[in-house]
């Protein structure tokens, strides 16, 4: 259901975005076949930097998760760091576009979900349905904050298609967490099979969404 959602909102939100392709099948066409394939050197180039650092972010978080369930406090702190420098990178993407004040905005709406999903590990590994619940609040009070920020520094970004998304990536994090909580690896990898899916749509709309605001840049 998961990836049925995913789908369906990174087609809105490409069909939402006309400047690269000709109509919302290509630009599917286009998603479903890797990085950007069409377009400038630059379009292609910034689509694989971003669809990179998003991956990253879902890899050393769900590193964070894993270690912090089994009680490796070492490996978790390591992970973590990785997890803190991914963040800065994916706000420092944002700064050649809007600025140095985005990206410092960018970095703790980031800082704030990577709290909300460390939250819900821990509260998975105390077995606390209440902590849990706060911790899934969190995260979605994180995801609002994240799309109208996003929405309000680009037009070509529907909030309502953002926020569908982000909920979802949020989704993929508890679901993840849980399955190795309960140790079903089979499963999980299922989950990392769609998560890793799902970062690639939020970093194609992305770049299609900025090389349609700043178009010069990406001659």
């Not at 963040?87 to 050649?96: N, Y």
């Not at 967490?177 to 990392?192: F, G």
Request: proline share 3%; net charge neutral.
């Amino acid at each position: 259901m998961t990836t049925n959602i995913h789908r369906a909102l990174i087609t809105s939100l490409l069909s939402a975005l006309p400047f690269i392709c000709a109509n919302s099948a290509q630009a599917q066409e286009a998603h479903s076949h890797g990085p950007l394939a069409v377009g400038s050197t630059k379009l292609v180039q910034t689509d694989a930097a971003l669809r990179d650092l998003w991956l990253g972010h879902a890899f050393w978080t769900r590193a964070v998760s894993a270690e912090l369930l089994s009680g490796n406090e070492p490996a978790a702190t390591a992970a973590e760091e990785q997890a803190v420098t991914n963040a800065r990178q994916l706000s420092e993407a944002m700064e050649p576009f809007y600025g140095r004040a985005a990206s410092e905005q960018m970095f703790k709406l980031l800082a704030g979900h990577y709290g909300a999903v460390k939250q819900y590990v821990l509260a998975t590994r105390a077995r606390s349905a209440e902590m849990q619940d706060a911790a899934r609040q969190a995260m979605a009070k994180n995801a609002e904050q994240i799309a109208v920020f996003l929405s309000g520094a680009n037009p070509n970004l529907p909030i309502d298609g953002l926020r569908g998304m982000l909920l979802a990536h949020g989704g993929h994090h508890m679901q993840q967490i849980q399955q190795l909580a309960d140790r079903q690896y089979a499963q999980e990898a299922q989950t990392w099979g769609a998560m890793k899916e799902h970062m690639h749509g939020i970093s194609d709309a992305l770049t299609l969404a900025i090389a349609k605001q700043f178009p010069k840049q990406f001659d």
